[in-house]
């Protein structure tokens, strides 16, 4: 038997075109347009092995430097005859996949360092902030370039390598967040009642810092995705056969003039990515900090 809701739960025109109006008025246009190419980033990495029309390593050179919007080719094709939009597709895959992994493994060591410091002090906080202004004082592409160099490329090793950046940050940022949130007394109450030290910053702590690390790495997202396209385009990040964004800007500067595409496509990217990140960052800093409400 069918059931019949009464005609006052179903929104009508009026209440839907009130939502969007909302939504229009809370979420600015840019940040609207911000999140619509993120989300689509995000859908191009999953379903890349769907929609990629070519294998990355699929030659034709019959067909090497066509322009963009050749039969068969939406984007043109590189030096070597191969399909630039199914390199494309695979190089977000793949500099997303780096990013995402090296923003959430600094996150997690540098919150981690953070709370240490909060909770023991004396000689461990004064290590703690020292690591952290030896890492901030460090040229930390010279140092990636030597590290490659010297161990060679390899996607553990790049993803370990991108996750030492910008830890400090979270390290000081958490340090501080725990200290107050330690002085406001809830912490200190939940220690009285028995729960142990891993169980007060995990359980207490962590949930009411979060909204403040989201955002701090929202903003170290981007940086990562711009080191590592730097590594890629000195030829010390991803190797072929694989690729990524700045593996494809690298290998088209060769072509700039006589085929622009093949390295303004992963350049566009890039810049879209880096200032969508920037855009929705800055969004939910003004979202989810009281202090500037």
């Given at each position: 038997m069918a059931l019949i809701y009464p005609a006052a739960t179903r929104p009508n025109a009026r209440q839907r075109a009130g939502f969007l109006s909302s939504i229009r008025r809370n979420v600015p246009l840019s940040v609207g347009l911000g999140i619509l190419w993120l989300a689509a980033m995000v859908l191009?990495?999953?379903?890349?092995?769907?929609?990629?029309?070519?294998?990355?390593?699929?030659m034709d050179l019959t067909s090497r430097l066509s322009y963009p919007g050749t039969m068969g080719h939406l984007l043109g094709t590189d030096e070597l005859g191969r399909d630039v939009l199914s390199r494309l597709i695979q190089s977000i895959r793949l500099s997303l996949v780096i990013a995402f992994g090296?923003?959430?493994?600094?996150?997690?060591?540098?919150?981690?360092?953070?709370?240490?410091?909060?909770?023991?002090?004396g000689f461990v906080e004064h290590l703690v902030l020292a690591l952290a202004d030896f890492q901030a004082a460090l040229p930390f592409l010279i140092m990636s370039l030597a590290v490659l160099a010297f161990f060679g490329s390899s996607m553990v090793l790049l993803v370990c390598l991108m996750g030492f950046y910008g830890w400090e940050r979270y390290a000081r940022i958490a340090r501080g967040?725990?200290?107050?949130?330690?002085?406001?007394?809830?912490?200190?109450?939940?220690?009285?009642?028995g729960a142990t030290p891993a169980r007060v910053y995990l359980r207490h702590i962590?949930?009411?810092v979060a909204s403040t690390l989201i955002?701090?790495?929202t903003l170290t997202f981007p940086e990562i995705i711009l080191m590592e396209s730097g590594?890629?385009?000195?030829?010390?990040?991803?190797?072929?056969?694989?690729?990524?964004?700045?593996?494809?800007?690298?290998?088209?500067?060769?072509?700039?003039?006589?085929?622009?595409w093949i390295m303004l496509a992963p350049a566009l990217v890039i810049m879209l990515t880096t200032l969508s990140i920037s855009l929705v960052g800055d969004?939910?800093?003004d979202k989810l900090d009281p202090t500037v409400r």
């Open positions: 191009v990495a999953i379903f890349a092995d769907r929609i990629r029309p070519y294998g990355i390593t699929q090296a923003t959430l493994l600094s996150a997690v060591f540098g919150t981690a360092l953070g709370f240490a410091a909060a909770q023991f002090r967040l725990a200290i107050s949130a330690g002085a406001q007394g809830y912490a200190a109450s939940v220690v009285q009642l962590l949930p009411n955002v701090s790495m590594l890629s385009f000195l030829g010390l990040g991803v190797q072929p056969p694989e690729t990524s964004l700045g593996n494809m800007v690298g290998f088209g500067r060769e072509y700039l003039t006589r085929a622009p969004w939910l800093r």
